[in-house]
């Protein structure tokens, strides 16, 4: 967990915690809350040593050359720590002066910002009035305002540079929220201002990195937030038993890291469209604060109740993130960031997929770029042959039906195709089959099934779930019984995706009744033609039929259809992929038309209310999936091995389409009450997206898996 995926931004990120540690960060932020007055913390001078405040900053200002990656995981590191003290208000305006400062403005303020002799506050959201050289009005409450020598103050688009003790400037710190950094109320009285003193046209700049390092420092917090609740759970005992053996608290526990995670990669994205592109990187700042700053205050909220009683106590650390956090959903957060998300969509802003591939990319791509010219060249049928005898096929598979394709290979064969206007076919279920036929089956089954799956000659099912076997998919009743030359099936499988139209399928079944759950299982290859298997499409919510239940009747498989060894079917079962694919495109599933279909609707809809907020929300989340996914694609590149996004992947699509469905049936109206209009397809889409938090594994079980799996919770004690 960390904004951090290359071994450099690991390392800077284990130096600054092991240095807030040392420094007792946490204590120095304590030690304020009932102080009668702000300083800067002890550990300043030496925090300014390491150079951090010009990680950022080109070297001809005194800087590192550096820039916003390097930046948020230091942020993210204070965010943990709830360090005190002004450098995220400081190395915002820094930032914004880099960016967006003259010449001289940058060799005037930048080297006071970088060796920490000046220190700053931010505040964007004032009403402050700039015309013939004077400045005018109230600033609004300003960021650090307790400590800054220098004021960033919004002034309509513009951004004006102030010192705290220039004429007519007048700022005023009572008693604050978040002690640990404190905020004032900041007015200008016809105060004079020269051109040296405006960023012209900067506030748009200026707001995407203020949000872009509050995101960083939120997601640190909301992190700690993860850590803490978990680490009390495993040794809070009740009813005789630790508290994160129970499901509401394990559920408690993943959401936040959820949302945690969430967060992360949209500020890791946004960190990257810095030195990319600028509209790009304003949506994407937008993005990561709609994320993280109700992630921050959500989890910091949660710890406290995981920790009951004494998370509710003021000794306790638990308040001060609490304390953090809403002040910066405050100051930079609401409605805000979720409506520029919106507003910035509704005009055509995008943020597009980027990795950093390393040198040998480009060998690669010399290579693959002329193997995919050639055969776009061919007919679709001449394409699919060619696909399949060349590996581009599934690349990431073994040899010789793949190209034993590592992560950056697959990047550049995904690139060079998607170019050339080559699609590769969607082999779905029958693709995750036939690579565990691969991995596990004879030379004999894979002689006979393979070729055929990949010409799409036979189509496979997965038979594994049953009544009683469903998000426990090791509860297996259907029996094998050893026959002359093979086995003899009863039984029944449920839930079973596309088996009227499979000629065969892949099904789990108990050799073993006497051996524990998980051993006495076999993996067998079903005829689903064959005598004895009866498929019953069932009817569903929608009035569609795309799964189905299947009866087996007697239903004979000979020992060359099973895979593996008899008895050990639940390792086959749960095969993985020994080749991961990898991806830095989406599914082409429907939901991916769904975001834009929302921004056109309400562009077009007269029952707007607070749609732009809702459907900027919904973006943001949209952003978030592809960027997990992005994250783990660069894990793959990085060598950095696996890491949470999966799971978390699955659960948050399945509340994705939810959401998205409601909100259009939201802007529809009273259109959705009947099905000859275009309220049909909403009101079928907001009853079949419940089956997303339910097909492979219910949401609730997604949520024990990342407790338990991911996050280390204990599983119930009372479950077999």
């Known amino acids: 967990m960390g904004i951090a995926l290359t071994d450099d931004h690991r390392e800077l990120a284990e130096v600054a915690r092991a240095f807030l540690t040392s420094q007792k960060a946490r204590w120095a932020a304590r030690s304020l809350l009932d102080a009668a007055e702000e300083s800067r913390p002890p550990f300043w001078q030496n925090l300014v040593e390491l150079g951090w405040l010009g990680l950022h900053v080109d ?83 300003v960021l650090g305002a307790g400590l800054a020598e220098l004021l960033l103050i919004a002034a309509g688009e513009d951004v004006l540079l102030l010192e705290r003790g220039r004429a007519g400037v007048s700022v005023d710190v009572p008693n604050n929220f978040d002690p640990t950094r404190r905020s004032g109320r900041v ?16 506030r748009a700049s ?22 803490a609740a978990v680490d009390y759970a495993k040794v809070r005992q009740q009813f005789g038993r630790t508290i994160a053996t129970f ?53 910091a909220e949660l710890n406290i109740q995981v920790h009951g009683g004494i998370g509710f106590t003021w000794e306790h650390d638990a308040h001060l993130h609490l304390r953090r956090a809403l002040v910066i959903a405050a ?28 040198p040998e990319a480009e060998e690669l791509r010399t290579r693959i770029h002329a193997d995919a010219a050639e055969i776009a060249a061919l007919d679709e049928e001449a394409q699919r042959d060619k696909l399949i005898e060349t590996g581009y096929v599934m690349p990431h598979w073994p040899k010789p039906w793949g190209r034993a394709a590592d992560a950056v290979e697959q990047l550049v064969i995904e690139e060079e195709f998607r170019a050339a206007g080559i699609k590769r076919p969607d082999y779905s279920i029958t693709g995750w089959v036939i690579l565990t036929l691969i ?93 004895g298997v009866e498929v019953r499409p069932l009817r569903q919510i929608t009035g569609g039929s795309e799964f189905n239940e299947v009866f087996f009747n007697d239903v004979f498989v000979p020992d060359e259809d099973v895979v593996g060894a008899p008895n050990s079917g639940w390792t086959v079962a749960r095969a993985t992929l020994g080749n991961e694919r990898v991806s830095i ?30 459907i900027g929300s919904f973006l943001a989340d949209d952003h978030a999936l592809r960027l997990l996914n992005l994250r783990r694609a660069a894990r793959s590149v990085e060598g950095a091995g696996p890491g949470p996004e999966g799971n978390i992947t699955k659960l948050k699509l399945a509340e994705h389409m939810v959401d998205g469905a409601a909100i259009w049936a939201a802007l529809a109206g009273p259109e959705v009450a009947l099905m000859d209009g275009p ?42």
């Not at 200026?206 to 960083?216: D, F, K, S, Y």
């Open 331 to 358: 100051l930079f957060g609401g409605d805000g960031p979720a409506r520029d998300v919106f507003e910035r969509t509704a005009a055509g802003g995008n943020r597009e997929n980027s990795l950093d591939l390393p």
């Open 59 to 141: 070297e001809e200002h005194g800087g590192s050359g550096f820039g916003l990656p390097e930046l948020v995981v230091v942020v993210e590191e204070l965010g943990r720590a709830v360090a005190p003290g002004p450098f995220v208000p400081t190395v915002i305006a820094s930032a914004v002066v880099a960016k967006d400062g003259s010449a001289e403005q940058k060799s005037r303020l930048l080297p006071g910002l970088i060796d920490g002799t000046v220190t700053a506050g931010i505040g964007l959201d004032g009403r402050v009035r700039l015309e013939g050289g004077v400045a005018d009005g109230d600033a609004g409450i």
């Open 247 to 299: 499901q509401a608290v394990k559920h408690h526990c993943a959401n936040m890291l959820v949302a945690a995670e969430s967060g992360v990669a949209a500020v890791w994205d946004a960190s990257r469209a810095a030195s990319e592109d600028e509209d790009q990187f304003q949506l994407a700042a937008a993005v990561a604060a709609t994320l993280a700053f109700p992630a921050y205050a959500r989890n």
């Open 679 to 720: 309220g049909a397809i909403v009101g079928r889409l907001a009853m079949g997206a419940r089956g997303m938090a339910i097909a492979g594994g219910t949401s609730e079980v997604t949520r024990n898996q990342i407790a338990e799996r991911i996050l280390g919770m204990p599983r119930d004690p009372l479950i077999n």
């Open 187 to 202: 007015r200008l009285d016809n105060v004079s201002v020269s051109a040296d003193d405006v960023l012209t046209g900067a």
């Open 206 to 227: 200026a707001l995407a990195r203020a949000r872009t390092l509050l995101a960083a420092e939120a997601v640190g917090g909301a992190t700690d937030c993860v850590e």
């Open 585 to 614: 495109g989406g599914s082409g599933s429907f939901y991916e038309a769904l975001a834009p279909t929302l921004v056109q609707l309400a562009q077009q809809s007269d029952r707007l209310g607070g749609a732009p907020v809702r």
């Open 439 to 531: 991995q596990h089956g004879t030379d004999w089954q894979i002689e006979r099934f393979v070729e055929k799956a990949l010409r799409q000659e036979e189509i496979w099912c997965q038979l594994f779930s049953e009544p009683e076997a469903g998000s426990d998919a090791a509860s297996v009743k259907t029996r094998a019984t050893r026959v002359d030359g093979g086995w003899k099936i009863n039984g029944q499988k449920v839930w079973t995706s596309g088996a009227q139209y499979c000629a065969r399928g892949l099904a789990t079944v108990r050799t073993d009744p006497e051996a524990p759950k998980h051993a006495g299982i076999t993996t067998v290859i079903i005829d689903m033609k064959g005598p």
